[in-house]
């Protein structure tokens, strides 16, 4: 696929599966599924907005494509923001190439962002990440429109944000996005369920519908129990909680989150994280998370764009920020985390070795470990699924007493996933002595860890 | 001798009282009317059922036991000391008033709170309206609704609007951005954000300034007894006269008592918002 590839926009559903089912057959769904639907829900919309609904806003746009097939739901290009009165002289000293500062002192002009570009991919968790003045909740804000971008491009599902009226970009906050905030944002005067519901209720969906849907996402951020409480009964985390159910509510495709857990103590922010990333399992929402937390960003973006002085510096999975870092700014703020929390089962999973099928003998075995000076080996059967482990001692007594090798597999064997956190696989290997299974969801056995892994991930500043 | 500002503004009054009678006398009815209805229920009222009922509505406002006995002690206070026909007509005027100045002011309030043309004007006039001596109002008031309880009110509300304006432009302005945000990033329309995010953010403010609303009204009872206001002022006005210390004392405390039930209730009102 080249990258000027279009494709219809897939429609969307709650279900991912279905949604990716229907990204090949799309003309086809569209008549039969979408249409009915879509007609019930614009009956609403027209009446509020002028005989225009959401839909009629995206007809015809196109969801563009990258490189590897994947849709592109926003696309910022060259994104600036200037605040003060003669943002074109700032914009002129930036393409000459002077700093924030030296616009600042020359022009009072501040730099918010400048010449930012960037795609975040449908389904995509994309972190943005900088430390305070850096620009990154201005440029969310941007993307929403909240704050008028001096020049450049927002490009949501084929459609430019920047070129839209009044009338029509509340439209597409009403339908497409929404957002959740540092300070929770609750309306103080509303209980929780009108709370979640204020996103419909602006829709003018009919009360008893909206109270209904708000009751079941505020059952999906466990917040059951407490839909007539008001905010200030609830704690932070809870708070947020709402202010997660409340965004999720208008069922939007895109969902930002602008330092959504900041305000948030530290267990109890990961707690949010988890659940984030339970919620985005689920959901497959497109989201732009707003942080300042380098660990927050690296755990919970599928890719990461670093931010400095209003620009981009990097952007990039965990891994490539953490292993090759663009320049000394971002190799620095690298240097702070926490490796054990960010660095994955998959960075440090081997090629396993003398392993033994579930065909071979139990001689074999014997013969294996003692060439290979183990006590333990790990069996997998025809399909290289993993079936368990085998020790020498078992092993040795029956061939001894003449039984089979099924006898001796020890099933109940510890294993991880490629992105379970060495943290976790550290704390496993406390308590065993033997090499750790990685293995994908289908039980087939992908490599091991070995115990001596664990000092190279603790080690101070070796090389990863 | 009189500068020629004072024979611009007497000759404004002239011009207004000659060519808008007609609408001053719509104005004088419009206002009538509210005087009338709730005039002709407190008028006629059964001491005893008002106090039952003023115990029953207070109970349920402050949601306590005391405070409901002692506002209700104070109304029997009053009519025990023989000042309850008095009481009715200050209290007539203060609650039209208050509604009135309330009804005019909020929107006012909402419009500086949104416009930053509108704000500077909208403060100067209230500053006039606020510092300018009661007195002065009440003389093209009587000109332009002859004597009695409707010049009463007009001074009243003039001087009773400008808390419920500033109170509801600052409640508006502090409502946090993040607010705001919310309401745009989920769609609001303009209207939608005042009247579902806004406002009722706004909500203590406005109170705090309905409350400043109705004790401004009563500090204008015994202005307004002198252009025939009547109630509780008029016999506050007679004792003056009379240097009766006695009676101006008694018909005092009922103003003052009249004063704190009223507190007390939108005291109350505004902690439930």
Known sequence: MGLSTNIKRPIKTVDDKFNNMMKTKTGLMKSKVERPFRAILSNFCTSYHNGRSHDDVFAGTELPMDDNGDFIAIRVKNLSKIFGKHPESAIRLLKEGMSKEE?????????GIYDVSFDVKEGELFVLMGLSGSGKSTLERCMNRLIQPTSGQVIIDGLDIMSLDEDT????????????FQNF?????RDIKNNVAYGLEIQGVPEAERIQTAKRYIEMVGLSGYEDNYPSDLSGGMKQRVGLARALATNPDI????????????????????ELQKIQSELRKTIVFVTHDLNEALKLGDRIALMRDGRIVQIGTAEDILRNPADDYVSRFVREVDRTKVLTAGVFMRRPRNILHTSQGLRTALRIMEESDRNTMLVVDRKNHLAGMVESDDVLKAVRSGGVLEDVVVCDVPTVRTDTPMKDVIQIMVTTNFPIPVVSDDNTLLGVISPSVAAEVLGEGGDL | MVSPIGIFAEDMVNFIERYFGWLLDLFKNILNWPLDMLGRVLYNID?????IILFIISILVTKRLVAPILISAAFYLIYWMGYWNSAMITLNMVLVSALVAILLAMPLGIWSARSERANPVIKALMDFMQTMPAFVYLIPAVIFFGLGIVPGVVATVIFSMPPVVRLTNLGI????????DVADA?????????????????????????????????????????????????DIVYALS???????????????LIAMVLDRLTQAFKDTK
């Open chain 2, 186 to 234: 989920f769609g609001s329309t303009e209207f939608q954000k005042l009247t579902k995010v806004q406002i009722p953010a706004a909500m203590p403010s406005i109170m705090a300034g309905v409350n400043q609303c109705i004790m401004l009204s009563l500090s204008m009872v015994v202005i307004t007894a002198m252009i025939g206001g009547g109630g509780l002022g008029q």
């Open chain 1, 103 to 111: 616009v600042h002192r020359t022009t009072s002009n501040d730099v």
């Open chain 1, 169 to 180: 970009i509340r439209m597409v906050r009403r339908k497409k996005m929404s957002m959740v």
């Open chain 1, 185 to 189: 944002g609750l309306l103080p005067h």
């Open chain 2, 173 to 180: 302005r502090q409502v946090h951005t993040e607010m705001n």
């Open chain 2, 47 to 51: 001491p005893t059922i008002f106090i």
């Open chain 1, 255 to 274: 969902l930002f989150m602008d330092e959504a857990f900041s305000a948030l103590d530290p267990m109890i922010r990961n707690d949010m994280q988890d």
């Open chain 2, 242 to 256: 009379r240097v009766d210390v006695a009676l101006g004392f008694e018909a005092g405390l009922a103003v003052v």
